[in-house]
């Protein structure tokens, strides 16, 4: 019988998108660094700003090599498009106002990364953008928190720092229930790992700084569209007026009805990173380019450390409450064998038993893990979140989040994993003399 | 724009611009599975360059209600009472696949209402396979898997798409998941059954284009060729390096050739 033709994953990840560059044979896509695109002619100038003919005009709308970027991750996750940007910040807060004006609402997972958390609960009010935050866990919860103003359900696919694994089947459930789409932020697990599209998730975002490039040189994002989500039907009908009513900024153009799949990008490039510009510069892109090349074999190896080192964690006499949801008592661990079968990353929390001073000592004696704020990295980290990633927070809302004052948050290299176990040992055992 | 034809209310895309009786009109009709929206790269240009782009949903398709017509013959009767409905006297009828079949059926019959005919990706006979035709009886995902294997060239599978960001072959995967149970198979029967296509061909006095392309798997281009032989005034525009997704492929390609073609009759404004 015939198949239908599937391109692998490892393969998507070193080819989607690119091809030898037409002009000079290069193999390696070409780091376009052009601000602007010469028109042939008039007549095509006038169709590229209309939309008329594709291609690029200006590098702050669209670039060659953002776009195989963008491509690349479209094809990974199982999209129809993405748009680079200039982080993940810049990613999540393109998503929230192509979709959502001033009084509209959204439900939140309340363990989210904090600069997410900072973006809704501080700085999007000022908008008129209010935002409720659920336990992520409670379906109850997500269900009670709608309003008929709500427009986006919005979680991380592992909660950040307690590896909260979101229910992404039954989330997204509940909010085409209501006529709404389902953000996720995918930064931990990357499609490696878990698509969410596949799950039911419409629309993913990445922090690109994190494993997709895994060098940790570049700050950038990406914002993925399923093309799943039906913008106009059902009870979404009358729900995203910046989708399916014309807009006056360009022409009274029906964004919807442009493109009954990537109405969506289309809105969010042609409005979004044109009026707020916080557009991927080209060299960012061919660094991302780089990392995803080597995804697959990155993130088998980043999940087989921190399997390694989980284990280890989890028999030391001063450690207690590793959160790694492959482990049997995680309260996720039957979801997680369900949606993360190739494993829940490599950032992942544990509590140090002990007084305050003892876990500064531990942070201090670590030599190969480096005391900073990422994730992601190939090299392997170490924070404490309560004195810094989440500083802003509340002593309530820390304790909300799943964060103690003892927790600490390792992001797992690719080093030896015997090396990183002594690094770890050595300073569990300074800490236990401190 | 939106009307009723035969008792179901009808979606048809216009570049954002009203419908003026004064212009020529253009009228876009999409293949199996497909819906509107696979022209309005080239239907934009042409509603915002001195025609009215009228791009169809056909009936169970895209924005529009009923159900998916059974022949090509019955197509061609429906573009008819559309534009009848609409008060479109006379249009160049632009048709892709499945679509161009019907406007070249739609074409021979009524040709006091056909200014020009564009044929992108036909085939005579347009055979489909039992294997897809199975897969669209039975409202399985793998149909729509194999039409978008079949409907890119090797270089597209891989990307490369000239609207900046889009992934082309998952753009069309999910546009042929949309489609309502039922109306793929409907579509698909309609292809493997119409045997016209010559004989109407042959009545053909309107001026008509053929746009293929080289790496056509779909409708390949060799079962196009006594098709085109039997229009009396036929031009051919053959794409290289583009599978039977022409205007996802090279939307300029397919522009700058229909911009040759139709302005050959209707002067640019």
Known sequence: MTKPKTTHFDTLSLHAGAKPDPATGARATPIYQSASFVFPDSDHAAALFNMERAGHVYSRISNPTCAVLEERIAALEGGVGAIATASGQAALHLAIVSLLGAGNHIVASRALYGGSHNLLDYTLPRFGVATTFVDPRDIDAWRS????????????????????VLDIPRVAELAHE??????VDATFTTPYLLQPFAHGADLVFHSATKFLSGHGVVIGGLLVDSGQFDWDGGKARGKFPTLTEPYAGFHDMVFAEESTTAGFLLRARREGVRDFGACMAPFTAFQILQGIETLPLRMARHVDNARRIVAFLAAHPMVDAVGYPELPGHPDHALAASLLPKGCGAVFSFNLKGTRAQGRKFVEALKLFSHL??????????IHPASTTHFRMSPADLANAGITEGMIRLSIGLENHDDLIEDLSRALHAAGKA | MRAVVAGSEVYAYTGSRPVDAALP???????????????????????????????????????????????????AGWIRDFVDVVSIDKAALVGHSLGSLAALECAARHPERVSQLALLGPAAPMTVSETLLDAAQRNDHVACELITGWSYSPGKQIGGSQVPGLWLTGNALRLLERTKPGVLHADLVACNQYSAAEASAAKIRCPALAIVGARDLMAPSKNAQRLIAALPDAKVVTIPDCGHALMAEQPDAVLDALRAFLYSVSPAT
């Open chain 1, 145 to 164: 928190a709608i309003r008929p103003e709500t427009r986006l359900l919005f979680g991380e696919t592992l909660g950040n720092p307690g590896l909260e």
């Open chain 1, 178 to 183: 209501h006529g709404l789409p389902l953000l």
């Open chain 1, 373 to 382: 704020a990422n994730v992601g990295d190939a090299k392997s980290l170490v």
């Open chain 2, 25 to 75: 009109t253009v009228l876009f009709i999409h293949g199996a599975g497909n819906d509107h929206s696979v022209w309005t790269l080239q239907a934009r240009y042409f509603a915002h360059h001195g025609f009215n782009a009228v791009a169809v949903d056909l009936p169970g398709h895209g924005k529009s209600g009923g159900a998916a017509l059974a022949s090509v013959e019955a197509i």
